[in-house]
């Protein structure tokens, strides 16, 4: 018998580059920089990668947008009940690493929430771009990058994760998680494969 997870039912992806987003989920130094409120060990790996996915897509025409996960300064936000505080608005921790150049055709979104897409802008600014995929790139693959990801199928969009630009919280959860997305919401693959795909 097929186990719950091998009914797949997926064509392989082709994407239209102008019709593509990467999605850059908080490359911010709270999470990125030594001396952040909250660092993912090792994390910096992903940023290489991800200026690649960037730079081919730009190169395409596609859209880019920089996610920064933001909260507010009194301390009120819910998932403060959970997380001690990080990014707080207008800190350092709170603002893209340095390695990041947007320019004035780039989006930057702040999010309160795990999701990029709770409450901001983002599917509206997708839509406007005739935005039809999205490349998910940055951490942690485990909570922001899987909510997005979530949000991002549940609101009709192809999801490609190149893997070489997520990193999770441990290789269990890295692994799990993209299991689960590449099972049932999106496409897992290397992060070479996708910039073939975009050409
Ligand atoms: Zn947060």
Redesign the pocket.
């Given at each position: 018998m097929k186990g719950f997870s091998d009914h797949f039912n997926k064509a392989p992806v082709q994407l239209a580059p102008a019709k593509t987003a990467v999605i850059v989920v908080d490359l911010v130094n709270d999470f990125m920089k030594e001396g952040g409120s909250m660092v993912l060990g090792g994390g910096m790996a992903v940023v290489p990668p991800i200026l690649k996915i960037v730079d081919a897509v730009k190169k395409k025409g596609g859209t880019v947008v920089y996610i920064k996960?933001n909260?507010r300064p009194d301390k009120t936000d819910a998932?403060f009940l959970i997380?001690e505080p990080?990014?707080i608005d207008g800190s350092w921790g709170a603002e893209l690493i340095d390695e990041l150049s947007p320019d004035a055709s780039d989006y930057i979104l702040k999010k309160?929430r795990?999701s990029s897409f709770f409450q901001t802008d983002l599917d509206m600014i997708l839509r406007e771009n005739g935005v039809e995929t999205i490349i998910v790139v940055g951490v942690v693959t485990n909570i922001c990058v899987r909510s997005t990801v979530h949000d991002g199928f549940f609101n009709g969009y192809r999801c490609i994760v190149p893997q070489e630009c997520v990193m999770a919280t441990g290789d269990r959860e890295q692994e799990s998680t993209l299991w689960d997305i590449d099972t049932h919401f999106g496409y897992v693959m290397k992060t070479d494969e996708v910039l073939k795909i975009i050409g």
């Open positions: 996960d909260h998932e997380r990080h990014c309160r795990f």
